[in-house]
């Protein structure tokens, strides 16, 4: 896959760390990675539509190779901030009739972004997402966790705070089985600062984005993995139920990440939906 | 995991289970399909629990989500982890810290992909990592503190401390967006400034405590009569301000008599119950963009006509009306200009011994050579001054020029080389803690012995902060000047602080003087303040003597010094020098033996 440095890159698509690759002239399709990972876990999935599509990939400020100095607590405060940036992308390259596939935490940074910018956006494919991680008593609405698991969640990246921080990162041995992986990627793929990993945490696993979806006018496509601790089925058919014009997909693809894990499966699942709506 | 048998190879299958750490196989997501004893061993599980359940399962949920989010895909992306630091949670429900590295084989053909885990104990490792990040998060928390500090500072400049209502500058920074509404808004805003009536009466008669605790009542009954996005704000004393987004000049109007209706009701100062009223001044801003300080200027105007036609009540400003004797403000402007470009004029009053006939001193009193009204008495200025500040300044300057004088008069007349030169501090002036330094370096640059300079200081100035007064009084009197008590019987006329202040003399009001021989109270007054001043082994000096009558009534009274249109006027210095020359000529005419 060849990679496309951006020439005279503004200052929105340093920060972002944004490539493109793909089809230059194809309708574009644009990835934003969940929390914990950068673009480069998008990179089993992208054959599938590098031929047809123009694919515009980014990395959040904080993480990957998106500009550390950018981090400003007040503005990633909130899904607002990183809503914010990604629709700066989309300005500063021109991108329209976007299909804005977003994993986990994303999705909702997504649904955000197409309310602000509705006419940006001709598709949202939500990958195992949800408005709300933790339970809400007052309405029933589940989640799957309790607020006191987001901040076990806080302990254990407090516990990986050496191993994350860059500079103290043990070498990842090689795996023989995948020589052709480049060793930088091993060492690089998913780090992060993690003083800022442990700020994401807390602002995607707290926040609520349920008052958003009532809003969303972009037609969606909700992929559902199969046992996925992180997003149960209810949470699938509350998405579907609260988004206008959304299809909800069932995978057999077990755990959170069906890109990772599944990505053929994944593929056709975006591909069969696109076809049909596109 | 199937054992070998080629004779020549290690028994992997025992190699596997006896490893030093646990080793776990699990599939791409996380299902545990082989195990080793020896993780079973530091575990408390049994294989037939583990085989087929997941791997996360083991963790608590915070690793869990760890591992799903970050591990999985990094297994899936690059085919192995390193050091991930986990807990995993034992058959006896207890956390064991651990290390987690596993690789990854894709799926190939027939087999699926699988999972190689290696978790090692990392107990110690965990300790001495969980303190450095706790060092860490304290080093954060104590730049988050620096941080809030630098907020609540800010918070500080732009707010009044006593109230928590905004100041003049909060006042200002928060306006920007008020004033200027939204196109196609008809609404305006309405500035409303307020200002307590005889508010320096409690002040004076309760002490400064409870003329702040009154301040605060005044603060808490405007804030909820005022809607939610209008501003109420401190500007200095005792005037608050109130901006408020009005239809028109009726509805800003009712809400000053709304106001004036609530700041009438009783409060309960210091266990007293106070009935307060206040002044309210009126403007609606101009259409074309009027600036804050334009609108609360003509609010400053409405509300001291409110105060002229008889207080405790509101005035609207109408912005074609212009009465300069009511513009305050613009009459600070013209008496700052006054001062530095020389209209201020000193005068002199002749202060006489009463026992001798000498005169022994002059008081500087200050004039204002105001460009279109004329020669000003200090009564017309300086209430102005002292309010805003400006009295510094002022009092500075005739300070400065008197000495100035007394150093010119030294040099040239031998009339008035000994003359002791009296001038007013001002109660600002007073608190003023470069006061001691300036009169110092005022009395040095002339080379005037500073026992020839008297500062006068009033009875209210001296009550107003007597602690500080009693600290300012004793500095000064170390540099050796000497003091008086002015305007003494007006205010608290008490034994105790004259003795407690280190002064030297003591000036009865002016208003007991009028008073003498047609008014027996005012000549008891006169006397016993005489007795007073005596019984504290001080001067007693009479201001405001305008007949011959008491004149003489103060001799017999034993008053040492006095001062008033009987004796002279306040005089311009060339006039000072030659009615001191003649007064020299006529007693020593008087004096001369008859032919």
């Known amino acids: 896959m060849v990679e496309t440095a951006i020439s005279g890159a503004s200052p929105v698509i340093r920060r972002n760390n944004v490539t493109v690759t793909g089809q230059a002239n194809g309708p574009v399709m644009m990835f934003a990675h969940g929390f914990g990972c950068d673009q480069d876990m998008w990179r089993r999935l992208l054959p599938y539509f590098a031929e047809d599509y123009r694919l515009v990939l980014f990395d959040h400020v904080g993480a990957g190779h998106s500009d550390m100095s950018a981090y400003d607590r007040q503005k990633y405060g909130s899904l607002d901030g990183y809503a914010a940036d990604l629709l700066e992308v989309c300005e500063c390259l021109e991108l329209e009739d976007v299909i804005l596939v977003a994993h986990s935490v994303s999705a909702m940074i997504a649904v955000i972004a197409s309310n602000q910018a509705p006419g940006r956006f001709s598709h949202m494919v939500l990958v195992a997402p949800s408005p709300r991680y933790t339970d809400d008593p007052t309405d029933g609405y589940v989640g799957g966790f309790s607020r006191e698991d987001i901040e076990g969640l806080l302990a254990s990246l407090d516990s990986n705070y050496f191993a994350w921080a860059a500079a103290l990162a043990p070498m990842v041995m090689g795996n023989p089985d995948e020589p052709e992986l480049a060793d930088d990627l091993r060492s690089s793929f998913c780090r992060t600062d993690p003083a800022i990993a442990k700020h994401f945490a807390g602002v995607t696993f707290l926040s609520d984005a349920r008052p958003e979806l009532p809003k969303v006018r972009t037609r969606t496509l909700i992929l559902q993995c199969s046992d996925d601790r992180l997003a149960p089925l209810e949470v699938g058919i509350y998405l579907h139920k609260n988004l206008e014009r959304s299809t909800l997909m069932h995978l057999q693809a077990t755990g959170h990440c069906p890109h990772v894990s599944s990505p053929k499966e994944t593929a056709e699942a975006i591909g069969q939906y696109l076809s049909y709506f596109a | ?595």
């Open chain 2, 1 to 595: 995991m199937t054992g070998t048998t080629d004779p020549s190879l290690p028994d992997f299958e025992a190699w596997f289970h006896q490893a030093p750490s646990g080793y776990l196989i699990t599939d791409d997501i996380g299902r545990i399909t082989a195990v080793n004893d020896t993780f079973l061993h530091w575990t408390g599980h049994s294989r037939p629990n583990l085989l087929g359940s997941k791997l996360q399962d083991l963790m608590p949920v915070g690793d869990q989500i760890l591992y799903s989010t970050h591990c999985i895909p990094q297994l899936g992306i690059t085919g192995a982890v390193s050091e991930i630091v986990i807990e995993i949670i034992g058959a006896d429900n207890e956390r064991r810290a651990a290390l987690l590295s596993a690789s990854r084989s894709p799926a190939s053909g027939q087999d699926h992909g699988n999972v190689r885990v290696i978790i090692f104990s990392a107990h110690e490792r965990r300790m001495y990592e969980r303190e450095l990040v706790t060092a860490l998060r304290v080093a954060e928390e104590s730049e988050a503190r620096r941080a809030r500090a630098e907020k609540e500072l800010h918070h500080l400049a732009l707010h009044d401390a006593l109230t928590g209502l905004l100041n003049r500058a909060g006042l200002e920074a928060t306006l920007e967006q008020f004033l200027t509404p939204p196109p196609g808004d008809t609404n305006a805003i309405a500035a409303l400034f307020i200002d307590l009536d005889h508010f320096k009466a409690v002040n004076d008669s309760l002490g400064h405590a409870a003329g702040d605790e009154l301040l605060v009542s005044v603060a808490r009954r405007l804030l909820p009569t005022t809607r939610r996005n209008s501003t109420v704000a401190r500007l200095s004393g005792d005037e608050f301000i109130v901006l408020e987004t009005v239809a028109g000049p009726q509805e800003a109007t009712a809400l000053a008599a709304r106001l004036l209706a609530i700041l009438k009701a009783p409060m309960l100062i210091q266990g007293l119950e106070i009935v307060t009223s206040a002044s309210i001044g009126v403007a609606i801003a101009e259409k074309d963009g009027e600036s804050i300080e334009e609108l609360i200027r003509r609010a400053d105007i409405a509300m001291y006509r409110a105060k002229a036609l008889g207080r405790s009540r509101w005035e609207l400003h109408i912005p074609a009306e212009s009465d300069p004797s009511v513009d305050r403000l613009r009459a600070l402007g013209e008496l700052r200009h006054g001062i530095n470009d020389g209209a201020l004029r000193v005068h002199y009053q002749p202060r006489i011994d009463l026992h001798t006939g000498h005169t022994v001193g002059v008081e500087a009193l200050v004039r204002w050579q105001h460009p279109t009204r004329g020669l000003l008495p200090p009564s017309e200025f300086i209430g102005m001054a002292e309010e805003s500040g400006l009295i510094r300044s002022l009092g500075a300057w005739v300070l400065q020029e008197t000495l100035k004088q007394a150093e010119r008069w030294y040099q040239e007349d031998s009339n008035s080389a000994k003359l002791e030169y009296a001038v007013n501090l001002s109660a600002r002036q007073l608190n003023d803690p470069g006061l001691v330094h300036m009169v110092e370096d005022a009395l040095r640059r002339r080379k005037v012995d500073p026992s020839r300079l008297l500062l006068e200081i009033t009875e209210t100035a001296l009550m107003s902060d007597p602690e500080a007064a009693l600290e300012s009084l004793t500095r000064l009197k170390d540099v050796g000047v000497s003091l008086a008590v002015d305007d003494f019987g007006t205010g608290y006329s008490s034994l105790t602080y004259l003795k407690k202040f280190p002064v030297d003399e003591l000036k009865i009001d002016r208003s007991f003087i009028t008073g003498l021989n047609s008014n027996t109270g005012d000549t008891a007054i006169v006397g016993s303040c005489i007795d007073l001043a005596h019984a504290v082994g001080i001067r007693a000096v009479a201001e405001g003597v305008e007949t011959s009558e008491q004149a003489q009534t103060l001799t017999s009274m034993g008053c040492d010094l006095a001062q008033g249109f009987h004796f002279a006027r306040p005089l311009p210095a060339p006039l000072l020098a030659a009615w001191l020359h003649a007064s020299t000529q006529q007693r020593q005419d008087t004096h001369k033996p008859g032919p």
